[in-house]
Structure formats: structure tokens, C-alpha cells
């Protein structure tokens, strides 16, 4: 590891998404730390990018997970980009609470577990990207505890951009819209890729590049003076 590089972490690094991310800050000269879930695809991943990329296989699962997922990271951690989560479709039925329990673990208490793990190590300067989403600002009808989550990751970003800016540390969010990636290909095979464009002001769907420069944007210098910030990148589904 060379010394003029900045440490970034990516959990869910080895989705559509998350490997655009990390090839994208690659580019931008950072020493990537990769988490996800599939060890396999991120072994794949690492070997196409910087010989001092590390990774971590992990759920996440609990606060003593997302700690060990970050401790190959390094001793400072420059940037946190959390990525990770679930999308489940799921009934208003008592049955359903698994799949709440599971949904908010996954998308957000890992999010505060993760920031706890990670706080001693980052230094002024550093910043956390989070991910929310247009399930956020809109409310998917069928993925309530996902919506709920997704609030639950602006409540965070905004509380620590309050709690951590005098110390230098910065905290955003991005709120993607509707991205072509393999989490959303059921969703337009059950309810049409013509009813979920209709929408959409610019007619098309995302592409996870388009994520990755978001990211990279929040991550730079370039956006210094910019905290506490939810960035929804959706083709203009939400306007103000």
C-alpha cells in the first residue's frame, strides 16, 4: 500500500453495483476493502483491480460480523460504502415478521453496526456513503419493511452528518431510482418493464455506472462542504 492512497471500504462489492463502485474508485486512486457475501465473485472481482485490494466474505449478520468484515481493511479507513441489502417482497400478516426482522438487519442495523466498527479508524476528511432509496421517498407497496429501512438509512445519514461534522467526518446517502441490475429483474418481470418506465421522466432506467459516479463524487474533495445529504438518482422520479 502506498502512502498517498486512501483507504475506501465496500460492503456488497461484488453486486452490479458494488463492482461498479470499486472499479470506478480504483480508477480514483483508492485501496479497496471489499465485503459481500459471495466469496467466490469477490475473489473474481480483486484480481481485476489494484494488487493491494483485500475483501471479507460476510453477512453481516450481527454487530461482531460487520466488525470483523472491516478488520482487513487496514488502520484507517478513509471512506465507507455501504451497499449492502436485501429487497423481499412480503405480505402484511403476522408471518411476514422474518422477513421484517431480516430486511431491517440487512439494510440498516448492519449500516449503525458498521459505522460503531469503523469510527475509531477514520480520520478528519473521511466520509460514509450510505445507501437509501426511491422505496424511501415513494413506498414500495409490497416491500414495506424495505421502505422502512430505507428511511431508517436517512435518519442515520442525517443524525451523523449532525453528530460527527465537527470532527471532520462527513456522512451522504444516495437514493437510487429504478437500476438495471439483478436485484430489480424480478420486479419488471412481475409488474412490467412499460408500467415501471411510465414514470420516469428521462424514459430509461439507471445504469450502476451511473451509481459509481455518484459515489466517487461524494467521496472526493469535490464534495467537502457536503454533508448529511440524501442524492436520489432516479431519472427524475422525485423532483425537490
Not at 471500504?9 to 457475501?37: E, F, P, Y
Not at 466488525?67 to 412480503?90: C, K, M, N, T
Not at 430486511?103 to 456513503?129: E, H, I, K
Request: glycine share 10%; hydrophobic share 40%.
Amino acid at each position: 500500500m502506498t502512502n498517498d492512497k486512501k483507504t475506501a471500504v465496500i460492503t456488497g462489492a461484488s453486486g452490479m453495483i458494488g463492482t461498479c463502485v470499486a472499479k470506478r474508485l480504483a480508477q480514483d486512486n483508492w485501496r479497496l476493502h471489499l465485503v459481500d457475501i459471495d466469496a467466490a465473485r469477490l475473489e473474481t472481482l480483486a484480481a481485476e483491480l489494484p494488487q493491494d485490494t483485500t475483501w471479507h466474505e460476510s453477512r453481516l449478520g450481527n454487530a461482531a460480523a460487520c466488525g470483523a468484515s472491516i478488520e482487513g481493511a487496514g488502520p484507517r479507513i478513509d471512506g465507507l460504502v455501504h451497499l449492502a441489502g436485501i429487497f423481499v417482497s412480503h405480505d402484511l400478516t403476522p408471518d411476514s415478521r422474518e422477513t421484517y426482522d431480516a430486511t431491517l438487519q440487512n439494510n440498516a442495523t448492519n449500516a449503525y453496526d458498521l459505522v460503531t466498527a469503523a469510527l475509531p479508524r477514520m480520520p478528519r476528511g473521511s466520509a460514509f456513503v450510505f445507501t437509501s432509496s426511491l422505496g424511501f421517498n415513494r413506498g414500495n407497496i409490497d416491500q414495506v419493511a424495505y421502505s422502512m429501512a430505507k428511511g431508517a438509512i436517512v435518519g442515520l445519514t442525517r443524525a451523523l452528518s449532525r453528530r460527527l461534522g465537527p470532527d471532520g467526518i462527513r456522512a451522504n446517502a444516495i437514493a437510487p431510482g429504478i437500476i438495471e441490475s439483478t436485484m430489480i429483474a424480478a420486479l419488471i418481470e412481475t409488474r412490467g418493464k412499460d408500467t415501471l418506465l411510465a414514470p420516469i421522466p428521462l424514459g430509461r432506467f439507471g445504469q450502476p455506472q451511473e451509481m459509481a459516479g455518484a459515489v466517487s463524487f461524494l467521496l472526493s474533495e469535490d464534495a467537502s462542504y457536503i454533508t448529511g445529504q440524501v442524492l436520489n438518482i432516479d431519472g427524475g422520479i422525485v423532483n425537490g
